[in-house]
């Protein structure tokens, strides 16, 4: 009975450090995927917008900038993509035909104008 119950805690911990890891075998490595990151901005004080969108175009990819505005999209197959970066009571943000190739971390700041101006 001991070694059952022993034996049950340790295959749920390998599975819980694996879930942890987020490893779910389908992740491509940094070697054959791309990466996009940035900060998203005011226009017009600098400040750092969080909770902004950041929507990959064409995919189920969503991502949202943290407290310092900054975001990561990781894991993209090289090739072009359009984004779509809203936030509320600001104009929408539209960046075409960003090409990310293998290996790469491109890097995006982008300044949102308000719906005021």
């Known amino acids: 009975m001991n070694r059952i119950f022993l034996f049950t805690i340790i295959v749920s911990m390998l599975f819980s450090v694996n879930a942890l890891a987020g490893d779910d075998g389908n992740t491509k490595s940094n070697k054959e995927s791309a990466n996009i990151h940035g900060t998203i901005f005011d226009h017009e004080s600098g400040e750092n917008l969080a909770g ?3 929507k990959v175009e064409g995919t189920d990819i969503k991502e949202y900038s943290d407290l310092e ?3 990561v999209i990781n894991g ?3 090739g072009n993509y359009s984004l779509v970066i809203s936030y509320i009571s600001y104009n929408n943000s539209y960046i075409e035909n960003l090409e990310v190739n293998v290996g ?3 890097s995006l700041k982008v300044h ?3 719906e005021d101006n």
């Open 52 to 54: 902004a969108i950041i």
């Open 69 to 71: 505005g900054d975001f």
């Open 76 to 78: 993209l197959e090289p």
């Open 104 to 106: 790469e971390d491109k």
């Open 112 to 114: 949102l104008k308000s």
